[in-house]
């Protein structure tokens, strides 16, 4: 049997013990440095395509500043679980607003079509251009059903800007599988929503600015 430590043995070791005790409560109340979000853009990086040659007596377009409904017009990566209650993903976000980064996309996408002689994005004093004009009504990724799909809805309308009168409008709504059901497989499947609603956008401004055009002639 081992003899019994000293009492300032004893006393040494429970200061010890004490201290380390401590240390670790003391470590555990310090507040933990914040988790920096990882930010995305709607841009998947593709380049743009060569622009094409504007034919004669093309209009000159002007792209105003798209608008955001309630819930969409901040950073946020917002996402459901339940019918019509948003939430947002805490360490995910987008680098801007969805509305802020879908203009320059906007702008690319109609240039390069070779409809419109010029696309400016507003402000513009481009007498005589048409103008037009979005609202994001929502960008979520919605996990009620499985593979979560991610919702791109967007309101368009197209006014002579002359007369301030409108010439069309339509309301575009895009819905594409996530590959992965996580704010990762999202954003892929935002980019994609994003590239199929330019391409129906492009569309209906050039069919709107035919029309347009053929009336004035």
Do not use: N
């Not at 819930?71 to 459901?80: E, I, K, N, P, Q």
């Not at 309101?155 to 590959?179: C, H, K, N, Q, Y």
């Not at 992965?180 to 499947?189: F, I, L, M, T």
């Amino acid at each position: 049997m081992k003899p019994p430590l000293p009492r300032r043995a004893l006393l040494v070791l429970g200061l010890g013990s004490a201290a380390l005790l401590a240390a670790s409560c003391g470590a555990s109340l310090l507040p933990r440095p914040q988790q920096a979000a990882a930010r995305f853009t709607l841009d998947d990086g593709t380049p743009a395509a060569a622009p094409q040659p504007a034919g004669a007596g093309s209009p000159v377009l002007v792209v105003e500043m798209p608008r955001a409904g309630p819930g969409f017009d901040s950073a946020r990566m917002v996402y459901l679980r339940q019918p019509q209650q948003l939430q947002s993903f805490a360490f995910h976000e987008w680098v801007d607003t969805p509305a802020h980064m879908l203009a320059p996309l906007l702008v690319r996408a109609l240039q390069g079509s070779g409809s419109f002689r010029a696309v400016l994005l507003a402000p513009s004093s481009a007498g005589g251009a048409l103008r037009l004009e979005t609202e994001l009504i929502r960008l979520q990724q919605d996990f009620g059903s499985s593979p979560s799909h991610v919702r791109l809805s967007l309101r368009a309308m197209l006014l002579d800007g002359a007369t301030r009168r409108p010439i069309g409008w339509r309301e575009f709504d895009v819905s594409v599988p996530a590959a992965s059901d996580d704010p990762a497989g999202g954003v892929a499947a935002a980019r994609e929503a994003t590239r199929q609603l330019l391409g129906e956008i492009l569309v209906f401004a050039e069919g709107l600015a035919a029309s347009h055009r053929a009336l004035l002639t």
